[in-house]
C-alpha cells in the first residue's frame, strides 16, 4: 500500500510516516509540503492513499483533493487537521476520512486498515476496465514545479531527458526544467514516443533527424529544431539506425 504524507509541518510530517511504518504493508512513498508538491508527487509515484493535511499555505488540502478528484483515478484521501469544523468540506471534496491532530496511533492503524479495503474493493471492481485501458495511462505530459507553481509541459514540446546526478533535465520548446522522476520509470511509460540513446539519455523519436558517425568512431543523433548533438552509446547504435529506417 503506497502512502504519501503531505503536511506543512516537519514535525507533523516526521510523526505520521514514523506510526505509519508500524503498520504491515504500509509504504511511504514520499512526502510534501505543500498542495503543490503534493500533486507533483501524487503524479510521480501513484499512492494509494494520501494523508492530506488541512490547513497549509497557497493550495490548501481541500483545494488539492478537489483537483486530485478530476483525475481519473484519483488516490483514497484521509484528512488529518487541528480543527473539526472542517469535516463537511472534507468529505464533500473527495475524503475518505477525517483525523483530528495530534493523530491517535490507534484510530491511524484503525483508518488505514478501513480505507484500504475500500481500496482495494474498488481496485477490484474496475480490475477490467483498468487492464484493457492500461495503454491509455500512458500521460501526455510530465508535470513539474517551477517557482512554487505547478506547470504541465506537453510530451511533444520535449526534445529529451537526460539524467545528471540526482535530477533528469528535461529539454523542452521553452528550455531546460528539472524532475525527480527517474530516466528508467520514463522509458518505460514512454517508449512508443521516445528512445534510449544513451545510458543517461532518451531522445524523442520524432525529433531526431540524423545519426553522425564521428572520425572517432562515436556516434550521435542530431535534433535539428535546437540543433543539438547527443552521444549514442555503442549498444543503442543499431537500435536507432533501425528505428531511422523505419523497420
Known sequence: MKIIVVDDEPLARARLIKLLQKITDCNVVAEAE???MALEKITQYQPDIVLLDIEMPGIDGIETAAQLQQR???PAIIFTTAYDQHA???FQSGGQAYLLK???EKELINTILRVSKLTQLQ???DGNALSSDKQNDVRDYISITIRGALKRIALEDIYYFKAEQ???VIRYNEGEALTEEPLKSLEKEFEKTFIRTHRNSLVARDKITELRRSPKRTHHVFVKEIDQELE???RHVAKVRKM????
Open 34 to 36: 505543500n498542495g503543490l
Open 72 to 74: 481519473d483515478h484519483p
Open 88 to 90: 463537511l468540506d472534507a
Open 102 to 104: 495530534p493523530v491517535n
Open 123 to 125: 481496485l477490484q471492481e
Open 166 to 168: 540526482k535530477y533528469v
Open 232 to 234: 549514442v552509446s555503442r
Open 244 to 247: 531511422l529506417k523505419g523497420l
